[in-house]
């Protein structure tokens, strides 16, 4: 089966209908099994909408009703005129950029429970460290699959408070319940691979029991996901690996792939996407 993870950047981009369209052409032709979006915005003031897809979520969830003009809601619509119906859910993680209710969404061709659940100590939702992750579970034999979109904050924050460690610590707690069932975690976690003693290296040491699709691979193509100064990481304009598939330790990684880079796909957003191909062994 096929995976993708994707930060869509909603409606900061230019042409973002077209964007939307080049995602729902990639989502068409590969038929990914499992899809996770990140910064998935619909604006303050849009008109308050249902779709017959739509999964609501759980848990922790504000109860931020879905827009007409909510990202996700977009894609589905435009897989659902092609012929594909696919399952979504989405929860709000904050205001964004003044104008946004902005969050993360997951796309599932089967259908699935959903819970959100605050994993940040921040909890005003006017405030962009305020985060939550996604969590679906999906029955897909032979496996049970549990399945997070997650957007984390920064290592540190300006004042050198920590901000990914908390985070990733109560999104660890939620991993540990479901450790046998087969694992997907995915998504924008701003945290760059190569810097030692920081957020990578903190999942790969308190989380043995999942490994990066990237270093498991026995196909790999293509690196970072990152290449110029972006919000947050306005100093840093060097290419970085900050977005990642995290699978189970049974899983076999046929192919890791970034793609929406130019070359593996239109540049969409200003995160290149993962996809990855995975062996349903167990």
């Known amino acids: 089966m096929k995976v993708l993870t994707l930060n869509t950047h909603a409606w900061m981009e230019e042409d973002p209908y077209d964007k939307i369209n080049k995602i729902v052409d990639r989502i068409q032709a590969q038929a990914y099994r499992f899809v996770a979006l990140q910064e998935i915005n619909q604006s303050l003031d849009a008109e308050v909408t249902a779709d017959p897809g739509f999964i609501k979520a759980g848990g922790d969830d504000p109860s931020v009703p879905v827009k007409a003009d909510n990202f996700a809601l977009l894609i589905v619509e435009g897989l659902r005129a092609r012929g594909l119906d696919y399952y979504w859910s989405w929860t709000a993680n904050h205001i964004g950029y003044d104008i946004y209710d902005e969050g993360v969404a997951i796309l599932s061709q089967l259908p699935f429970e959903a819970e959100s659940f605050l994993v940040s100590d921040c909890q005003d939702y006017a405030h962009h460290y305020t985060r939550r992750v996604l969590k679906a579970s999906v029955e897909a034999a032979p496996n049970t699959w ?10 540190k924050d300006g004042e050198g408070r920590e901000l990914f460690k908390n985070e990733w610590t109560k999104t660890l707690s939620l991993l540990e319940d479901d450790k046998e069932t087969s694992l997907l975690v ?9 810097i030692r003693e920081e957020g990578y290296e903190l999942v790969n040491v308190t989380a043995p029991f999942i490994s990066d699709s990237y270093t498991e691979a026995m196909e790999k193509i293509g690196d970072a996901t990152v290449i110029s100064a972006i919000d947050g990481w306005n100093d840093h304009p060097d290419e970085k690996r900050i977005d990642y598939i995290f699978t189970d330790n049974r899983k076999r990684i046929d192919r890791y792939r970034v793609v929406f880079d130019g070359q593996n796909g239109p540049v969409v957003s200003d995160h290149f996407g993962i996809e990855a191909e995975i062996t349903e062994n167990n």
Request: proline share 0%; charged share 10%.
């Open 186 to 194: 995915m998504g924008d976690f701003n945290n760059e691979a190569s």
């Open 146 to 155: 549990t399945f997070l979109s997650c957007h984390y904050s920064w290592w």
